[in-house]
């Protein structure tokens, strides 16, 4: 199987675009179908797809939606960007798999983890699942939030070093604090670093990119725009691959 950090940089190269659209849509299920969500999905796909190098499915989307619906969604139609399971997933190995499992079945082509799982029976091996199992596997390593201080972000240098440890395929780091970002590439981390945290939570489009990171993930500021093609359409502008 092709590294997910090589079909990564291949989507940004080919969409010359360092965007990855978080998509955390939902419906009220008692007055929606998975199959609303879906032509919503659709619709916005269509509108954004050709400056969008990768998309993030959140829990709340693939609930409102269901797995049929999400299936249907990458498999059926000719999307030119590869999909990401944002589970934030964080329990034991055996457990971990799993869910790695039934997301590979479904279309996705990485899942999101965290970190703070540990080593044994924890992201190592849940890593090493997910090589045989044919999925890509993100690590957290920081979150872009105020609270993420308190705890999580204040243990990222042993994170960071575990997930190159595990051999994570990627890792997410925010836009918000982009100190870690610096942080992990001159601790030596090569791989793909993804940052959330553009529009809705502060940060500036082009600040994780400059600070180190490969890609930004942005949501809300695009979805939830009046014109989400123009948006992307001058994000993109920003975040060109080259």
């Known amino acids: 199987m092709e590294p997910l950090s090589m079909k990564l940089r291949k ?44 998309v993030k499915i959140g829990l709340p989307t693939l609930l409102s939606a269901g797995p ?11 999307w030119d960007f590869f999909f990401i399971a944002d589970l934030k997933i964080a329990d034991i190995s055996y457990v971990n798999s799993l869910i790695l499992s039934r997301l590979r079945e479904i279309g996705f082509d990485a899942a999101i983890i965290h970190s703070f799982i540990g ?8 890593v090493e699942a997910a090589r045989d199992i044919g999925i890509g ?55 793909v670093i993804m940052s959330p945290g553009i529009g809705a939570q502060g940060a500036k489009p082009g600040s994780a990119i400059k600070a180190g990171a490969d890609f930004e993930i942005i949501g809300r500021m695009i979805y939830k725009s009046e014109d989400p093609t123009t948006t992307a359409r001058k994000l993109v502008e920003v975040l060109r691959w080259e």
Request: no cysteine; aromatic share 8%.
């Open 11 to 54: 989507a940004g190269e080919s969409k010359n675009s360092r965007i990855i659209l978080a998509v955390d849509v939902t419906k009220e299920f008692s007055r929606a179908s998975g199959m609303d969500v879906l032509l919503d999905l659709l619709k916005l796909f269509n509108s954004v797809g050709k400056y969008v190098a990768g």
């Open 68 to 78: 049929e619906s999400i299936y249907r969604l990458i498999n059926e139609y000719e």
């Open 119 to 126: 080593r044994e029976k924890g992201l190592m091996d849940t």
């Open 137 to 191: 596997v993100i690590s957290v390593v920081a979150m872009s939030h105020p609270g993420a201080n308190d705890i999580l972000n204040k243990n990222f240098d042993y994170l960071l070093q575990l997930s190159m440890d595990s051999g994570v395929d990627a890792v997410v780091l925010p836009a918000t604090f982009t100190e870690y970002i610096k942080r992990a590439r001159n601790a030596g981390f090569k791989g």
